[in-house]
């Protein structure tokens, strides 16, 4: 699957895709993006103008961990936005497995339809986690939570723009990039150019390979409009920012802008990720995220439980 030749031709079938819509042979995607400043996620729908069908990428579930409450303030305003501009939704998808919030796809799909779609690698995310909060059988570990599990290369379709899944591993083993027209969603390969790189320390993670999903990426021409999953400001800067271009990426990121070597990424990523705490919200989220936005069973008394291991990550 990740052999240079096929991967390759994948990558060249993206670039061939955002290079017709820049000489005007194929239509631009529109994109919607959404914050949720509690988690410094953004979601997205991205949808085809002629044809209103959509794809929500990244949805986040609000979750109060001192409570143990949820709610759907943040999914509700992507319904709005679709019932208001009215698309019909194909595909809900996430770029990984996040460790920072909890994924509002099955209540997205409950409202609006569409299959839920993540890449194959999430079995081994699966495998990796079951151990960790010690699931029993009940708890299946290949994939079947979501509708479809991507490869590298798929294509899906947003009304009449192709979507070209690429597997862009290192912050997690299963982590995809979705190119849509001249559109890419990074999921957390790279931040914006003043902020650059996503942490490649959790179970599972490498910044080598991290280095090269992003090298990949690079390959997709300058003006590729690139849109992040998240933003945390910057030093200098007071305006949370999602969307860049590949120029900018490739020129200015200060982790791995061009020049910068395999080794000296590696070394930089790995020292800081030394200093980085756990995210606030790691152990509620990849209990949910890894059964696809489901919470736990619940026990005989009917409420759902999550664990909280002690001592271990
Ligand atoms: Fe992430």
């Avoid at 010690?134 to 590298?152: C, I, P, V, W």
């Avoid at 290192?170 to 990039?177: C, E, F, I, K, Q």
């Amino acid at each position: 699957m990740t052999t240079a030749s096929i991967s390759d031709r994948h990558l060249d079938h993206a670039v061939a895709q955002v290079a017709d819509v820049l000489h005007g042979k194929r239509r631009a995607p529109q994109v919607k993006a959404f914050f949720d400043e509690s988690t410094f996620t953004v979601s997205y729908v991205v949808s085809d103008p002629a044809t209103r069908r959509a794809a929500i990428i990244d949805s986040v579930w609000n979750f109060d961990q001192a409570s143990g409450r949820t709610s759907f303030d943040s999914a509700d305003r992507i319904v709005a936005y679709v019932e208001a501009q009215g698309l019909s939704v194909d595909w809900i998808l996430e770029t990984h497995a996040h460790a920072d919030h909890l994924s509002a796809a099955p209540y997205l799909q409950q409202k609006l339809g569409g299959r839920m779609a993540i890449g194959h690698e999430i079995v081994t995310v699966q495998g990796v986690f079951g151990k960790i909060f010690n699931e029993g059988t009940g708890f299946a570990r290949d994939g079947s939570q979501f509708d479809s599990l991507l490869e590298d290369g798929d294509v899906l379709a947003v009304g009449g723009i192709p979507l070209i899944a690429l597997h862009v591993p290192g912050h997690t083993p299963a982590d995809m990039a979705y190119v849509v027209g001249d559109a890419l969603f990074t999921g957390d390969t790279m931040f914006m150019p003043d902020y650059g790189s996503a942490r490649a320390d959790f179970p599972g993670g490498d910044a080598r390979q991290l280095y090269r999903s992003v090298r990949r990426l690079m390959k997709l021409p300058d003006e590729t409009r690139v849109f992040l999953c998240h933003d945390y400001k910057a030093p200098n800067r007071d305006e949370f920012v999602w969307e860049t271009t590949m120029l900018a990426e490739r020129t200015a990121n200060v982790h791995i802008h061009e020049g910068v070597s395999e080794d000296d990424f590696v070394a930089m990523r790995t020292q800081r990720d030394a200093t980085l705490s756990m995210p606030r919200l790691i152990l509620p989220s990849l209990q949910v995220n890894m059964r696809g936005g489901h919470l736990p069973e619940p026990e005989d008394n009917g409420v759902r439980y999550l664990k909280q291991p002690i001592d271990l990550l």
